[in-house]
């Protein structure tokens, strides 16, 4: 078995040097994440917020020279906003206004708890299970153009999930919904409140589709079973 410095390796020797490796070490133990850490990798993804917070707190303890960014990936309930928002520095997996809203009113009341604006990429239901979460392409188009409701909020981009499926075109077709959208919205940086400058990300691409990913411009990719190897969904994390 490769050892997860080597696959790390070997998925960055995939990736330009300007696409961020998102590690998404959820499910995998507190010495993965290490490891990944001494072989270079400073950006985690998790999709579960107590194991999130959990993750964060142990890895505070150890004072580590240079910082982990965590970003949060999963769904995320609006009661769970506490275990998540004071540690992650980017939230990919905004799938809904409610949520939105949530996070709007907790950075507002917990102005020393987390940062100034909180980084968040709109989640679009991009693939054709009905069973995922996210925004349709015309509700993401719309909020974001729309007037100023989250003076607390950084909008960084979109993030996206294709069906799970080999067949390359669906998978293909599915990321094109997110890389149009992003290409109709780019223009219009700097005309609309909530369309800034910042906009920048295209989160796609796991570790069965991440190349095809790169192939179409995702900015940010979220692979864990290539660097981690499979989950064990029943194992404790910490
Ligand atoms: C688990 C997960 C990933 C990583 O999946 P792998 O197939 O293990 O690379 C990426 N994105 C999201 C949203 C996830 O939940």
Avoid at 46 to 64: D, I, Y
Wanted: aromatic share 8%; with cysteine; net charge negative.
């Amino acid at each position: 078995m490769s050892s997860i410095a080597d696959n790390l390796l070997k998925v960055k020797g995939n990736l330009p040097s300007d696409v961020c490796l998102v590690a998404v070490s959820k499910f995998h133990p507190l010495e993965a994440v290490l490891e990944a850490y001494a072989a270079g990798q400073r950006v985690f993804g998790e999709s579960r917020p107590q194991e999130l917070a959990a993750k964060q707190s142990a890895v505070a303890a150890l004072h580590l020279s240079e910082p982990i960014r965590w970003h949060f990936i999963g769904h995320l309930q609006t009661n769970k906003l506490k275990l998540v928002l004071p540690y992650a520095s980017m939230v990919e997996s905004v799938d809904s206004v409610e949520l939105l809203t949530a996070i709007e009113r907790w950075a507002a009341a917990h102005p020393g708890s987390c940062r100034d604006k909180v980084n968040v990429l709109l989640e679009i239901h991009i693939a054709t299970e009905q069973s995922k979460q996210g925004f349709t392409p015309e509700e993401a188009s719309a909020l974001l153009t729309g007037p100023a409701l989250w003076p607390h909020i950084r909008f960084c981009g979109l993030m996206g999930m294709a069906t799970f499926t080999d067949d390359k075109d669906v998978i293909r077709s599915d990321f094109q919904k997110l890389t149009s959208l992003f290409a109709a919205l780019s223009p219009r940086r700097g005309e609309c409140p909530n369309l800034t400058e910042d906009f920048r990300e295209m989160s796609f691409g796991m570790s069965e589709d991440y190349p095809i990913a790169v192939e179409m411009g995702a900015t940010m990719v979220r692979i864990g079973t290539a660097i981690f190897g499979t989950r064990s969904l029943t194992a404790s994390v910490l």
